[in-house]
C-alpha cells in the first residue's frame, strides 16, 4: 500500500498521516513530515490531506504562505471557496459601468443596499426588507398567525407539538462519522452504516472528521421545506436504516408515540420501499443546531424546491457566511446533474435563513449555538414569537434608508435662502465700500445704514489684527524648528566623526538578546515542558498497568475487616499515584498555554525596537512568526482539548470517591456486610473504567499531538536558523562600518 498523495507515512506506521491545512503534498510514498510544503502566496487549503493546493483566483489573495482562507481585495465582499468568488457581503449590492446590478465575482467595492423609509404603520419585513402592513399576518403554516413586529416575521400564535419528548426518543437517529453515516433505531438499539461515497445523488459539504456530528433531516416539496426528527423516507431507503428491511424494502411497525411518526404511519408495508409514508415533521420551521451539526435536505420529491441562502435578509447575523456551496447545487440543478441529497455542516454560530428556490416566502431558520452551549428549544419548532426570542433570531436594525424627499427639498430650500442673504449682504457691503450707494442725509435709515458700516469696519480692523498675530507666532514656531533642525544635524556630524558603530552595536544587542529570548523560550518548552510531560504520561500508563492487574486478583465477595479510620486510611491511598500523575499533566499543560502567551506579549513589545534594529533585521527575526503561531496554536488547541477532559474525568472519578467513602463507612457503622461488599465492587467498577478511560485517551493522545508537535519543531528550528542568520548580518553591518571609517 503507497502512501497516498497529501500525506506521509513514517517508518513502522500503519496509516497515514495526513498534511496540515495550509499545506499540500503532491507525491506518493513520502515517509517525513518535511514532505508537506506549504502553499505558495495566493493559494490555499483549508482542509487535511491535500496533494495540491487551490488558488485564490482573480479578486483575492492571501498575506503569507501556508494559509488557509483567501482574503478578498474588496473589504466588503466575502470569499466563497467552492466557487472561488469574491461575493458581496449580506445586505451589500454591486452595479457595474453600466448601471446595472451585478451578483457574480469582483475586484470592486459594494455598496450598501438600501431600502425604503416605511410609514408608521409598517415594519420592515425581515427576509425581504421590504415594507410591510403592520397589523396584517397570513403566511404563516399554521391555521392562526401573528406578526413578529421586532423582527418582521410572520410566525405561528402558537407552537404546534409534531413530534414530543417519547416521539423524538424513538425517532431513528442520524450521525456522520468521517466519510460514514450511521442510522441508529433506538426501539430495536440497531445501527447501520453506509458510505456517503455510495449514496446515489449526493452533494455538499460535511466536515465531521475527527467527531461524530448529528444530522437533521429536511424534504423538500412544493409545499416548502419540511423539517424532521429522523430521515426521510428516501434518505432512509437510501443509506438502509434498520427499519428498512435490506431484502424485502419491509419497514416495521415501530412506535413513535401517540403522535405517530414515519414506521407508525405506514405500519407494515409489503411492496416497494418507495411506497413508504412521509414522516411527520414541522413545514417552515425554526431548527436550532450546535456548531458541527448538519442538516441533509431530500430532494427526491422535487429538485426545483432547492434550498437557497436569502444573502441579504435582515435576520442573517453571520457576515462572513460562505455560502457557495448552496452556489454550486444551484448551479449543478440548472445544468441537469442529479442532485437527490444534499447536506451541509454548520461550523459557525449565528443565524441563517434559507428559503425555497421555487418560492422564497417559504423559509427556514437555522439557528447554531456555540459547541459549548445548549438549545434554548427543541431542534426542531414551530416558528413563533417564543421560539424565535429563544433561539435569539434578531433583525438587523442597522439597515440605509432612502433619504426622505421633503426633508431634503427643504434642507436644500433654506440652504438657498442662506446663500441669498449672504449674497445681498456682500453685494450691499462692496457698494458702500465704493462709494456708490448714495444714501439720502433726511432718509429715515441713514442712520443705521452709517452704523452697520461703522461695526464692518471695527470687524475687519479686528480681524487684521488677530491675522498679523497668528503669522507672528508661526514664524515663531518655524525659527524653532529650524533651530532643532540645526541641533540635530550637529548631533548627526558629531554622531559621524565619533563613529556609527555605537548604533549598529546597540542594534547588535538588541538581536542578540531577541534572539536569546526566543532560544530560551524554546528549550525551556521543548525540554522541561513538552519532554516533561511525555515521560508523566508514559508514567500514568504504567501506573494504570500495576492498577489493572491489581484489580484482576481482587474478588468482590471478600468482606475486608473494617473500621472508619482505616476507611480513611484506604481512601488516603486509592489510586494516589495515578491522581498525582494526572494532577501533574494538567499543570504541565497549563504552564505551556501560559507560557506561549506570554512570549507572544513579549515579542508584541518588541515591535518598539524596530527603529533600532532596522528593517532588514526585524524582518529576519519575525518572518516565520505567523507560521509559528499557526503551528504552536495547533499543538495548544490538542493539548487544551485534552487537558480539558482529563481534568473533567478525573473530578468525576474525586466524586465518586467521595461517595464511595460514604457509603463505605455507612455501611461499617452498621455492619452491614452485603452493604460493604456492594460499595467495593462498585468502587472497583468505577476504578476500572477509570483505568481504561486514561489508557485509550493517552494513548489517542500521544498518537493525535505527534503530527502537530513535529510541525512546530520543525518551524521552531526554521526560526532558530533565520534569527542566527539575524546575528551574523547585524555583526557583518559593524564590521562594515569599521572598515568604511578606517
Excluded at 487544551?640 to 482529563?646: K, P, V
Excluded at 460514604?662 to 476500572?688: F, W
Aim: aromatic share 8%.
Amino acid at each position: 500500500y503507497p502512501c497516498p498523495q497529501g500525506a506521509y507515512c513514517p517508518e513502522g506506521s500503519i496509516t497515514p498521516t495526513y498534511c496540515s491545512a495550509g499545506y499540500y503534498q503532491p507525491y506518493t510514498k513520502q515517509k517525513n513530515a518535511t514532505a508537506c510544503q506549504l502553499c505558495p502566496k495566493d493559494s490555499y487549503t483549508s482542509s487535511t490531506g491535500n496533494a495540491f493546493c487551490t488558488p485564490c483566483g482573480a479578486s483575492a489573495y492571501t498575506n503569507y504562505t501556508g494559509s488557509t482562507n483567501c482574503n478578498c481585495n474588496a473589504t466588503t465582499r466575502v470569499y466563497q471557496k467552492e466557487t472561488g468568488q469574491c461575493l458581496c457581503r449580506p445586505q451589500w449590492e454591486y452595479y457595474n459601468t453600466f448601471g446595472e446590478k451585478y451578483e457574480g465575482d469582483s475586484l470592486f467595492e459594494c455598496q450598501p443596499i438600501t431600502y425604503e423609509n416605511c410609514a408608521s404603520y409598517q415594519v420592515r419585513d425581515g427576509v425581504t426588507g421590504k415594507c410591510i402592513d403592520g397589523e396584517s399576518c397570513n403566511s404563516c403554516p399554521c391555521d392562526s398567525c401573528e406578526l413578529d413586529k421586532e423582527n418582521g416575521l410572520c410566525v405561528c400564535a402558537a407552537a404546534e407539538i409534531k413530534c414530543d419528548a417519547t416521539c423524538q426518543a424513538n425517532a431513528e437517529k442520524l450521525t456522520i462519522l468521517n466519510d460514514a453515516i450511521s442510522c441508529y433505531d433506538p426501539t430495536t438499539d440497531t445501527t447501520s452504516y453506509t458510505s456517503l461515497s455510495s449514496i446515489n445523488g449526493w452533494s455538499g459539504t460535511l466536515d465531521c472528521s475527527g467527531s461524530e456530528c448529528t444530522v437533521i433531516s429536511i424534504e423538500a416539496s412544493t409545499n416548502g421545506h419540511t423539517a424532521l426528527y429522523g430521515p426521510t423516507n428516501s434518505f432512509a431507503i437510501a443509506i438502509n436504516c434498520p427499519s428498512v428491511s435490506a431484502s424485502s424494502g419491509n419497514v416495521s411497525t415501530l412506535s413513535y408515540g401517540e403522535w405517530g411518526g414515519r414506521a407508525e404511519l405506514l405500519a407494515t408495508a409489503t411492496t416497494s420501499p418507495t411506497t413508504i409514508a412521509q414522516t411527520t415533521g414541522v413545514t417552515q420551521a425554526s431548527i436550532c443546531l450546535q456548531e458541527g451539526q448538519a442538516v441533509v435536505w431530500d430532494l427526491s420529491q422535487s429538485s426545483a424546491d432547492y434550498p437557497t441562502y436569502l444573502k441579504d435578509s435582515a435576520l442573517n447575523s453571520n457576515q462572513n457566511f460562505d455560502y457557495s456551496a448552496f452556489l454550486k447545487l444551484a448551479a449543478d440543478l440548472n445544468s441537469n446533474i442529479t442532485v437527490t441529497f444534499f447536506s451541509f455542516t454548520f461550523q459557525t454560530a449565528g443565524t441563517y435563513v434559507f428559503a425555497d428556490a421555487d418560492d422564497s416566502s417559504k423559509v427556514t431558520l437555522i439557528t447554531v449555538v456555540d459547541s459549548t452551549q445548549a438549545c434554548a428549544t427543541d431542534s426542531i419548532s414551530t416558528l413563533t414569537l417564543s421560539t424565535a426570542n429563544q433561539n435569539g433570531v434578531q433583525s438587523n436594525s442597522n439597515v440605509y434608508i432612502d433619504p426622505e424627499l421633503i426633508v431634503v427639498a427643504g434642507i436644500v430650500a433654506v440652504f438657498l435662502f442662506m446663500l441669498l442673504i449672504v449674497a445681498c449682504y456682500t453685494h450691499l457691503k462692496s457698494k458702500i465700500e465704493e462709494g456708490k450707494l448714495e444714501i439720502v442725509e433726511d432718509d429715515s435709515n441713514a442712520a443705521e445704514f452709517r452704523r452697520l458700516y461703522k461695526k464692518l469696519r471695527e470687524q475687519r480692523k479686528f480681524e487684521e489684527e488677530e491675522l498679523k498675530k497668528q503669522s507672528k507666532n508661526f514664524e515663531a514656531q518655524c525659527d524653532r524648528m529650524v533651530a532643532e533642525t540645526q541641533q540635530l544635524k550637529a548631533l548627526l556630524g558629531v554622531k559621524m566623526s565619533i563613529g556609527s558603530t555605537i548604533f549598529l552595536e546597540a542594534a547588535e544587542r538588541f538581536v542578540m538578546a531577541e534572539a536569546m529570548a526566543q532560544k530560551s523560550y524554546f528549550d525551556r518548552q521543548t525540554g522541561s515542558n513538552e519532554q516533561g510531560l511525555l515521560e508523566i504520561l508514559k508514567r500514568i500508563l504504567e501506573a494504570v498497568a500495576e492498577e489493572q492487574k491489581k484489580l484482576g486478583v481482587e474478588n468482590d465477595e471478600n468482606v475486608p475487616d473494617l473500621t472508619p479510620a482505616t476507611v480513611d486510611e484506604i481512601m488516603q491511598h486509592d489510586m494516589i499515584y495515578i491522581k498525582q500523575n494526572a494532577g501533574e499533566v494538567i499543570d504541565i499543560m497549563n504552564r505551556i498555554k501560559s507560557m506561549a502567551h506570554q512570549e507572544r506579549d513579549r515579542r508584541d513589545k518588541f515591535k518598539a525596537n524596530k527603529g533600532i534594529v532596522g528593517d532588514q533585521l526585524f524582518s529576519m527575526l519575525t518572518r516565520h512568526r505567523q507560521q509559528e503561531q499557526q503551528a504552536e496554536d495547533e499543538f495548544l488547541d490538542t493539548i487544551e482539548l485534552f487537558s480539558n477532559l482529563l481534568q473533567n474525568r478525573m473530578d468525576q472519578f474525586v466524586n465518586d470517591q467521595h461517595l464511595f467513602s460514604e457509603k463505605l463507612k455507612t455501611a461499617v457503622e452498621a455492619d452491614n456486610d452485603q452493604g460493604i461488599v456492594g460499595a467495593m465492587r462498585t468502587h472497583r467498577s468505577d476504578r476500572r473504567k477509570l483505568c481504561v478511560y486514561l489508557d485509550r485517551a493517552i494513548r489517542k493522545f500521544l498518537k493525535n499531538h505527534e503530527r502537530p508537535l513535529t510541525r512546530l519543531n520543525d518551524i521552531r528550528q526554521v526560526v532558530r536558523d533565520s534569527n542566527k542568520a539575524a546575528q551574523n548580518q547585524a555583526f557583518r553591518n559593524i564590521e562594515s562600518e569599521r572598515q568604511d571609517q578606517q
